[in-house]
Antibody
């Protein structure tokens, strides 16, 4: 059974940093591109970052470029999102999801909440 | 960025057909595939993949769900609608980065 389990969220002040993790199981993590997607409270879905299976390429939404860094450790089956210079508008549920064979978001974690507030 | 437009809400009676549309401002076809996907999100849950490449049913999804379309016009159909289908449905394109989503269509029962 495929499982993606996010952790590392919480309440932080504007301007601070946070690092999210997503531990994968039930599939060969090192074969798949991985994504972070977020959802602000009562809002829609926003894709924010992609990392290729071998970390050779990384892509970001303009809203997080230069502040967030996606990375992975295939030996630990773990995806990361390092978030710096956090703003109130970064408040959201953050999901990790793997790409399927056609860049569909195949499986999603349960999400981790990040709240940026003073 | 490719913009996806969905109608915000739809109310359907149990046992009837629900049709949810998604229109894009750019063609999402590439080498014979339409890079359009559909997700279901119930309150308090993560999204779940329903349909990939416009018309392919994801694993474990009942055949009541179907998708069609190409180019810039796509539809998700649920027939017949069951009570458990109450949810928000999102379309998503992966033709270009950034991948983008529609704003979601909330399906309610009459």
């Amino acid at each position: 059974e495929v499982q993606l389990v996010e952790s590392g969220g919480g309440l932080v002040q504007p301007g601070s940093s946070l690092k999210l993790s997503c531990v994968a199981s039930g599939f060969t993590f090192s074969n798949y591109g991985m994504n972070w997607i977020r959802q602000a409270p009562k809002k829609g879905l926003e894709w924010i970052a992609l990392i290729y299976y071998d970390s050779s390429n990384k892509y970001y939404a303009d809203s997080v470029k230069g502040r967030f860094t996606i990375s992975r450790d295939n030996s630990k089956n773990t995806l990361y999102l390092e978030m710096n210079s956090l703003r109130s508008e970064d408040t959201a549920m953050y999901y990790c999801a793997n790409y399927g064979g056609y860049s569909e978001l195949d499986y999603w974690g349960q999400g981790v909440m990040v709240t940026v507030s003073s | 960025d490719i913009v996806l437009t969905q109608s915000p809400a739809l109310a359907v009676s149990l046992g009837q057909r629900a049709t949810i549309s998604c229109k894009t401002n750019q063609n999402v076809d590439y080498y014979g595939n339409s890079y359009m996907h559909w997700y279901q999100q119930k309150p308090g849950q993560q999204p779940k993949l329903l349909i990939y490449l416009a018309s392919n049913l994801a694993s474990g999804i009942p055949a009541r769900f179907s998708g069609r379309g190409s180019g810039t016009d796509f539809t998700l159909t649920i027939d017949p609608v069951e009570a458990d289908d109450t949810a928000t449905y999102y379309c998503q394109q992966s033709r270009n980065l950034p991948n983008t989503f529609g704003a979601g269509t909330k399906l309610e029962l009459k």
